[in-house]
């Protein structure tokens, strides 16, 4: 997030083929194969920009968008939109959330709207397995806040001293007389429910901050278990011995001349292989996203280093303030199955070739030269196991073509074996040409996908004319 007033007006500036044929690529992975590293961001303003992307590295400096560039999860409550993202894996690896800002810039809401009346809430999504996740839903926590604006950037990280999490994010709110962003934080366990909000960090005078992260030292590193990184008109150091005790001023990143006029949202990473860490900065005022700032000791602002000349490469999107998720080696695999590059496709009907399946509120239907997102799928293999074919929508990601009622609508993946049957498909050589395809209903395989009066129907093909209304072509 912008951490002053004056820095706005510089990011306003500065900002086919059948299925079994296709070709599904997976990032690039380290010659050991060791586990990697997930970075979940968002990519720009606008009502696409603003959601949930991830991107894969292997080494932490080299970075694949994962999907195909595409967004992973997207945010349908408050704004409909989503920044700052974090990722918080609980400490026994069993459960996921993610955490983001409800604001929605160029989507009905200006940068003034969103620091003086804007959303007090956060996003939350929740997951067991990273890949499979709950619909988002808000979290009040700016509410309770005297004159609270805002909720931006949120961050939180587990507490030993207190057993439950630390949610921290900026609030715009009045205090002492002076209006101005804040860091605030609340104890959680469930990112349900939250202690009362309290002031966490403030800065002199009119200072604001917006943007700071914590990241935990190994011991033998420095002379601090915490460091953390904050936006406040620098990139301030510091560091403390307990996450809600005394921080001590560090310095700032001043000496190898970035300062907060030109660098935001600090996202710490360390290499899994060696005691050096990388503190990626958001090149807002450049509009050029994240660079690598490299550093063995976190605590001591002289050993940073600004990255090499091709040292590093974030991919074929603009990395936006997120988060970075050291990864095991079953979190890889199944990052890396459930978000490979599959190409979007769409379905083009045989008998009305002018028209293709999408979605319209949520119904299904085949409408005439639909080329925008709507009509576009990702043909992922079958929920229900392989040698089938489920469909998943390109600007809805988690929401699948499933048939209720022998009716078709799009609808988000709720895990259960039902859902699973219903949005899994065979794909068989098309009843009316043999070159194109038709899809058959796994539960109900007397039944095959099949328009009727343009809407999308489960339904027995009997005659020509059902022929023709059940089989499609997949191109792009």
């Keep these: ?86 990722l918080v894996r609980s400490p026994d690896g069993s459960k996921y959330w993610i955490i983001a800002t409800d604001l929605c810039i160029g989507c009905g809401q200006s940068w003034d709207d969103s620091i003086n009346n804007a959303s007090r809430n956060l996003v939350v999504w929740e997951s067991t397995d990273l890949v499979t996740w709950s619909q988002p839903r808000l979290l009040n926590v700016a509410g309770a806040i005297p004159d609270g604006r805002n909720a931006w950037a949120p961050e939180a990280i587990w507490n030993p001293a207190t057993n439950d999490y630390v949610l921290y994010w900026a609030t715009n709110a009045t205090l002492n007389g002076v209006l101005k962003h804040r860091i605030y934080y609340a104890r959680t366990t469930d990112f349900r429910t ?85 503190l990626y900065l958001d090149q807002y005022a450049s509009g050029r996203g994240y660079m690598p700032v490299t550093t063995t000791n976190p605590s001591v602002p002289g050993t940073y280093k600004l990255p090499a000349s091709g040292s590093y490469n974030l991919g074929g999107t603009t990395k936006r303030h997120g988060w970075i998720l050291n990864l095991t080696a079953a979190e890889d695999a199944r990052i890396q199955a459930r978000w490979a590059n599959t190409p979007a496709k769409r379905l083009q009907s045989f008998n009305f070739q002018d028209r293709y399946v999408r979605h319209a509120n949520m119904d299904v239907r085949i409408d005439q030269n639909v080329t925008n997102d709507d009509a576009k799928f990702r043909p992922r293999p079958g929920l229900t196991g392989s040698g089938t074919v489920s469909f998943e929508s390109v600007n809805f990601p988690g929401y699948y073509l499933r048939h209720s009622g022998y009716d078709f609508q799009l609808a988000y993946n709720d895990g259960t074996t039902q859902f699973a049957a219903d949005a899994t498909f065979r794909q068989v050589a098309g009843l009316a040409d043999s070159s194109w395809s038709s899809f058959q209903s796994y539960n109900h395989p007397d039944r095959y996908i099949r328009h009727y009066a343009y809407q999308l129907k489960l339904e027995p093909i009997t005659n020509a004319t059902g022929r023709g209304d059940a089989t499609f072509r997949l191109t792009s």
């Design 1 to 86: 997030m912008p951490a002053v007033l004056s820095r706005l007006a510089a990011i306003l500036v500065a900002a086919c083929l059948l299925f079994t044929a296709q070709v599904v690529t997976t990032p690039q992975r380290a010659a050991a194969a060791d586990p990697g590293y997930l970075m979940t961001h968002f990519i720009g303003d606008g009502a696409t920009g603003q959601q949930m992307y991830f991107s894969y590295s292997a080494d932490g400096l080299n970075w694949t968008d994962l999907n195909g560039g595409g967004m992973t999860l997207r945010s349908t409550v408050g704004t409909r939109g989503v920044r700052d993202p974090a």
């Design 194 to 278: 939250i202690t009362t909000p309290q002031l966490y960090i403030d800065r002199p005078g009119t200072q604001n901050i917006i943007d700071t992260q914590i990241v935990e030292m190994p011991t033998g590193v420095g002379n601090y278990r915490y460091v953390r990184a904050s936006g406040d008109g620098q990139i301030t150091l510091e560091g403390s011995n307990s996450i809600l005790g005394t921080w001590t001023n560090l310095g700032n990143l001043s000496g190898i001349g970035l300062t907060g006029a030109q660098v935001e949202g600090p996202m710490w990473m360390k290499f899994r292989d060696r005691n050096e860490w990388t």
